[in-house]
């Protein structure tokens, strides 16, 4: 028997022996890969849903004081509360809640950003578009599904921060006392309450957001490229 017939049997015997041949280096890369993106994904969404919701925390609060109470909103109205509240109760009481808000908006925007990241990649090997920017309609479908999946999970932590920034500061002592009085006081199916219309105002609100997103992201991708052409071609 020949060399190369004596190299092929003894690999035969090595397979049938139960051995198993090693992974190409690039498949351990790709998975290596795909994880430092998702981890990336999440970073990155849970720091950006920080800043913004920080940011606008005192409107957000005098949002919900409007709509839990009998007065009328106007913006002169919305600007008086926010300043009998500053006078009353000094600048930083502007944020009360705010600790709340974050509880829910860090894990909730990590993972919808995350999500949306990864539905992309799904939707885009689903459609043969993989490494692409997606159609239309698998577009807003990746935003919607995102958008589902991040209120699903944290929807119960987005009741209590509402319920801490219209309640008296001595009602809650935290975030744990919250849920514990209400699971203990009025049950656990008040957690979920008005979860239904939430997923109903999400799943077209996320959806065209991500879309418009993703569409001015492409657009500008594309007339970027069509400026570096023109200015190889002069």
Known sequence: MDQ??????ERQGALTKGEVLPRPASSQSEGFKQGRSVLNSLLSGAFAGAVAKTA????????????VSSNRFSAKEAYRLIYRTYLKDGFFSLWRGN????????PYAAIQFCAHEQYKRILGQYYGFQGKALPPVPRLMAGSL?????????YPLDMVRARMA???????SNILDVFVRISREEGLKTIY????????????YAGLSFFTYETLKKLHAESLMGFIEESVTK
């Open 193 to 204: 309450r008005g979860f239904t219309p939430t997923i109903l105002g999400v799943v077209p």
């Open 4 to 9: 190369v017939g004596m190299g092929n049997a």
């Open 166 to 172: 219209v309640t008296p500061k001595e009602m809650y």
């Open 146 to 154: 995102a958008g589902t999946t991040a209120a699903m999970i944290t």
């Open 99 to 106: 600790s709340a808000t974050m509880v829910r908006v860090i």
């Open 56 to 67: 606008v925390a005192p409107l957000d609060r005098t949002k919900i004081i409007f709509q």
